[in-house]
């Protein structure tokens, strides 16, 4: 065994067991100089926990946590970096000997290191390129010339180490001082934060209790940068060093990274957004000007020299990109998975992202090697409490409020107040993300919530939450729908509208394991649906509930759901619409309900599915119903159902002038959508009453406001101008209003698609293609049948189409290509009323 090792200022004289910092002896303990010289003996190598307990403790059966007490100890002496901790196997020496010290026998002293030689350590090396920060980086630097302590705050993985080292080299390189890097990863221990910016200054240690006021004498003359990497786990420590040097010292500046601020007075917290992303539909070279995308393909071709980003595969990206969050982590991780899975296959396992995006290299630090890991070390720094919401959040989708974050995440030991301050530091840690606006919503990144929902199942808590969940947007949607009768559309949507993902996510699970619910949630939520021009959804929606009614079920809820279920088929289905209204017409009666039995008989008289005797029965009865204490929204209803009634009559200017009193109604009230269905109904009386002009004038108002609303109607307006166009005789004018129909209706799941099917007759008839016209006749036959009822306007079509058919083609061949029609898809319906097939 030699005399001595010396490692600089450290000197270990085993014979003596002694070991001297700075010529002075220092206090361990024997089981901590066991384990020095145990450690010095095997500074080749990782030491194994095991082999450092059989070595320091032989013999002796002791728990692992004895290991971790001494090596702090050793720690706080040696600087935190002297013995570095390998997560997973063990430990390793790594001070460096000096010249010829492992084998000295003399008795030379070591030298004090005087203030003139004090340096800093090297700052890491950068490996990548910083993408899509140039404004950070530019910012930063403005920040940090103007304030001493400035934190970069934001998400694990977002990319606060890279940022935080491109401005530290800019510094460097500029001279505007030196600096000093000090990672606190690895530091578990918070006694030692002061020791490890000794260290990293290159001072002397300290032998004193307290490291803090000789490092902060040092730093007093010093003009220098401290940049304080991941302090997220030691802020109190960081803030207790950051406070006193504020304080007393004059030209000494610290930048912090960190999951969380420190939040001390003159803090300025740099808060990090992700990396932007292309929005979709963008060209592969203005992608490339984005963070995100620009660093997915540097990353990718690095894993594989032969991927370019083309016009072809820019769509794809994106999409992987937005579902990753921006996150620089999560996109280095999927780059390098490129290669195996390719990019469908990414975007494809993004559902089992936390075994999808594993494998950094070895070089990342062990938090970062995984996307689970990165996630594990953020949800480890929260309290108990804290978790528990965080994760209870998880089953949120598309955002929420406080108040429906509080009602979904307490319980019996949390309550209202609890919640909100764990979302307050949720918050803080970038756990969760909250917008700008003057009613505050908050959301989890998709990973986050992925990872919040991991854990759920984990506590066993995801059924009972999800139930919470469903009950709370139950609750909600009850509170929309007594509103609606009373506000106006725009700040009724504004409440209600941004909670469309909750209400989907509830009515999946609730659908699925708790149907009451479901039939009470669906009933509820149907107006928000036809609002937002989602129909088609709340139809399927609805439709899988059907059989899960009991026939004698006369509540609130089930009868709600009939009525509102009746009226999402106005004009899909005119006898659906009728008999479901009829369905709670009856329980409304029974239940002595006049407001329901009211909307019921508006619903069933307005479906064109009644004799007309019995439906002027049902507006009678309105009328004796009605209040005229009742918002403008109710009493429209009786409106709504009479030109209804008005139409199916043939009473063209009737219907007219009965829809102008409603649009001014409407108009006045702040109904937008009522507004809506009355300019759609005026451009089709005024069809009927031959007057195209006036039709183009009212569906193109409808038209012009289709940007800042949601409903379907403007289907109803592109129809009608179609109509006036081909009575005007401009063909291909019209045939552009259809294809803009056509366009609307597909991405509206076909809305109202059969409705005007006779047009696309029409327009192939008076375009010469009367085989294409034939086809699409029997296409509208069978729609119509679908349906249920013909409109006025579309009848005259058909006889119209039907006549330059018959006069151009044999009876056999036209009955034959009406049959073919009738089979036909709406792609096919689209394709050959397009003129791009047959």
Same mark, same amino acid.
Request: aromatic share 6%.
């Given at each position: ?83 570095? /901790? ?27 290191? &005087? ?12 490996? @990548? ?87 902060? #004498? ?5 003009? /220098? ?52 992303? &292309? ?56 780059? *390098?998975?490129?290669? =195996? ?5 990414? /975007? ?36 108990? #409490? ?10 949120? &989708?598309?955002?929420? @409020? ?53 854990? %759920? ?37 504004? *409440? ?10 509830? =009515? ?19 107006? %928000?649906?036809?609002?937002?021009? =989602? ?126 009193? %409603? ?40 038209? &012009? ?56 007759? =029409? ?76």
């Amino acid at each position: 065994m030699p005399h001595r090792h010396r490692f600089g200022r450290i000197e270990v004289q085993p014979a003596e067991r002694v070991l001297l910092v700075d010529k002075q002896p220092a206090a361990i303990g024997a089981r901590a100089f066991d384990l020095l010289l145990a450690l010095i003996e095997h500074r080749d190598r990782v030491v194994t926990k095991n082999e450092l307990l059989d070595l320091v403790w032989p013999g002796l059966v002791v728990e692992e946590n004895n290991l971790a007490v001494q090596v702090s100890a050793l720690r706080k002496w040696l600087g935190p970096q002297a013995i570095a /901790t390998i997560p997973g196997r063990g430990y390793r020496f790594t001070l460096v000997p000096d010249d010829d010290a492992a084998a000295l026998r003399d008795d030379t002293p070591t030298r004090d290191a &005087a203030p003139s030689s004090i340096t800093t350590r090297a700052l890491p090396t950068s490996t @990548t390129t910083l993408f899509g920060r140039d404004d950070d980086l530019a910012a930063l630097a403005q920040w940090s010339a103007q304030h001493r302590l400035v934190t970069i705050v934001g998400a694990g993985g977002i990319g606060k180490t890279a940022l935080a080292l491109a401005a530290a080299q800019e510094r460097e390189a500029s001279s505007r001082g030196s600096v000093a890097w000090v990672e606190l990863a690895e530091l578990t221990d918070p006694s030692l934060v002061p020791s490890a910016v000794a260290q990293a200054i290159g001072l002397p240690a300290s032998g004193s209790d307290d490291p803090l006021p000789p490092l902060i #004498a040092a730093l007093k003359p010093m003009q /220098t940068l401290l940049v304080l990497d991941n302090a997220e786990h030691l802020l109190d420590a960081v803030a207790r060093l950051a406070r006193a040097v504020l304080s007393q010292t004059g030209d000494v500046r610290l930048l912090v990274t960190s999951q969380a601020a420190l939040k001390l007075d003159g803090e300025q917290v740099f808060r990090l957004d992700a990396l932007s992303v &292309a929005e979709p539909g963008t060209p592969a070279a203005q992608a490339l000007d984005h963070g995100a995308v620009a660093l997915f393909v540097s990353q990718a071709q690095s894993a594989d020299r032969h991927f370019a980003l083309t016009d072809a595969n820019v769509a794809s990206v994106i999409e992987l990109c937005r579902h990753l969050d921006g996150v620089a982590l999560a996109i280095k991780l999927a780059a *390098a998975r490129l290669p =195996l899975l390719g990019l469908q296959g990414l /975007t494809t396992r993004l559902a089992d992202r936390f075994k999808l995006l594993a494998g950094a290299g070895r070089s990342a630090p062990t938090r970062q090697q995984t996307l689970r890991a990165a996630l594990d070390w953020s949800h480890g720094l929260l309290a108990p #409490a804290e978790q528990s919401v965080f994760r209870r959040l998880g089953v949120f &989708a598309g955002g929420f @409020t406080l108040e429906l974050a509080s009602a979904v995440a307490s319980d019996d030991t949390l309550d209202e107040w609890a919640v909100v301050e764990a979302l307050g530091t949720l918050v803080d840690r970038s756990l969760v993300a909250v917008d700008a606006s003057e009613r505050p919503r908050y959301r989890l990144p998709e990973s986050a919530r992925d990872y919040a929902r991991l854990q %759920l199942d984990e506590a066993g808590e995801r059924q009972r939450v999800h139930a919470r969940h469903a009950q709370v947007l139950a609750a909600r949607m009850d509170e929309a729908y007594e509103a609606y009768w009373s506000t106006p559309d725009t700040p009724w949507l504004d *409440a209600f509208a941004p909670e469309i993902d909750n209400v989907r996510a509830a =009515l999946d699970w609730s659908t699925r394991h708790e149907p009451a619910l479901a039939l009470r949630l669906a009933g509820a939520s149907s107006l %928000l649906f036809m609002l937002l021009g =989602l129909a088609p959804e709340a139809r399927k929606r609805c439709a899988a509930l059907e059989d899960l009614v009991d026939t004698d079920d006369m509540s609130s809820a089930a009868s709600r759901f009939w009525l509102e279920h009746s009226r999402l088929y106005w004009e899909v289905s005119s006898t659906l619409m009728r008999d479901f209204a009829l369905k709670a017409a009856q329980r409304y009666r029974d239940a002595a309900n006049a407001r329901g039995l009211y909307l019921a008989l508006r619903c069933a008289a307005g479906s064109s599915a009644l004799p007309l005797a019995q439906a002027s029965l049902m507006l009678d009865e309105m009328a004796g119903l009605e209040r005229a204490e009742w918002p403008a929204r109710l009493r429209c209803q009786r409106l709504l159902a009479q030109i209804s009634v008005l139409k199916s009559e043939g009473r063209s200017a009737e219907t007219r002038d009965a829809l102008e009193a %409603l649009l001014a109604l409407a108009k006045d009230s702040g109904l937008d959508a009522i507004a809506s269905a009355a300019l759609s109904g005026l451009a089709d009386a005024h069809l009927a009453l031959a007057d195209p002009d006036a039709a183009l004038r009212c569906a193109r108002e409808l038209i &012009a406001g289709r940007s800042g609303r949601r409903d379907n109607f403007v289907l109803h307006a592109l129809a009608a101008v179609a109509q006036a166009l081909l009575a005007q005789g401009h063909i291909g004018d019209a045939r552009a209003a259809i294809a803009d129909f056509i366009a609307t209706s597909r991405s509206r799941d076909w809305e109202w698609f059969g409705v005007y099917a006779d047009l696309f007759a =029409l327009l192939a008839a008076r375009e010469g293609r009367a085989e294409a016209a034939a086809r699409l006749i029997g296409h509208a036959d069978a729609a119509c049948q679908r349906v249920g009822a013909r409109d006025v306007q579309m009848a005259r079509a058909r006889v119209e189409a039907q006549g330059i058919v018959d006069a151009r083609l044999a009876a056999s061949a036209v009955a034959k290509l009406m049959v073919e029609g009738s089979r036909m898809d709406p792609e096919a319906v689209c394709s050959l009323t397009l003129g791009t097939q047959g």
